[in-house]
């Protein structure tokens, strides 16, 4: 007889709660195997693919794209033993040594699916369901509810879509559409409901900002010097074939100068009245995406060479802009920058992500009026930002993190002093 399991969503990174549904990879009667990705989902930190630690056939699915859907939940029942194998030998099978093996990042808690129940009377549904005092319950699932509520749309005045009268995420948003207003100009609005890296992104830039005391400071600095070293390093055999950015010139400056002044790259820890300092740099570089903002994590870039720095700059900003970037990579960061100036912006306040200590701003570089040696010269200039927290890091040692950087890029060749 068939052996049917739930495939449980899974917490693919500390904390999370929730996640939507985005694509299905499989449909029922689909034959898969171990390890096999059979959907999409985006978290509240990235887009993940999750594989299934069985082969079998699927017999349902659990989700419909767009749902959003809690941790824990079932969202796939597969039939592990679709040939009865197990009613033949009067045992289920052993599984084999590649079933056995756990799934990386993730590990979903395998159960015992249990059937659905029958209807045992035939139900009209193309009507609302009636409760004892009378009133009408309408038809439609708990993410289409949640859905409704979040749009403002009474859901007992719709006529669903759906087979039998279920209302679906559509029939809401049809009914939502409406809720538009013109104003006397005849502009419109409309609205989105907040989910996924824009909700995440807003619940820790809040919880910084009204924890941590921020301070920012401003340094203006000619980095004519750092441009032309870039051009040669562009013809070193060392950087073949590596896109050499001024940010990857960035992050060199800002792991060499937190040798210097580590309080930058530490945590505030109030539960155990400690500052934890960090003998490492897992730098986050903040990444704009279709899905907002991310803050992927290059680990141990304090170990890095500038080429190294560079090649994994490309891949974490290409990685995060395809929204692949595994929530995995966006735990745990010492220090970030974010790069203000790729969107030709001089510079600005930056929020300190939580549980870190600075933010540096890299703003857009730009031919300006420079005076060198008492004459006015065109030259290359910047200008940097940096917030820290005011509990971890005192004015004279921001003061000090910021001046080592700007030295750094404005000569590079100070780095041999370090």
Known sequence: MPDFKQ???????????????????????????????????????????????????????????????AVGAPILTIDVDPAGAAASNGSAPAPSEEEMKPLVGYGSKATTARRRPRRTAAVDQSKPSVTPSGGYVPLAKPPVRKLAKELGVDLSALSGSAEGGVITREDVQRAAAPVRTK??????????????????TAQAMVRSAFTAPHVTEFLTVDVTPMMELREKLKKHPDFAGVRLTPLAFAAKAVCLAVSRTPDVNATWDEAAGEIVYKDYVHLGIAAATPRGLVVPKIRDAHA?????????LEQLTTTARDGKTPPADMLDGTITITNVGVFGVDTGTPIINPGEAAILAFGAIRDTPWVVDGQIQVRKVLQLALSFDHRLVDGQQGSQFLADVGALLADPGVAITY
Do not use: C, Y
């Open 183 to 200: 104003p006397a100009t005849g502009a419109a609005e409309h609205r989105v409901p907040i989910k996924g890296v824009r909700r995440a």
């Open 7 to 69: 495939f449980l969503l899974a917490d693919t990174a500390e904390g999370l709660t929730e996640a939507e549904i985005l694509g299905w990879r499989v449909q029922p009667g689909d034959e898969v195997k171990v390890n096999q990705i059979v959907v999409e989902v985006e978290t509240a930190k990235a887009a993940v693919e999750l594989p299934i630690p069985w082969a079998g056939v699927v017999t349902e699915l659990l989700a419909a794209p767009g749902e959003t859907v």
């Open 304 to 312: 890095m060479s500038l080429p190294e720095l560079a090649r994994a």
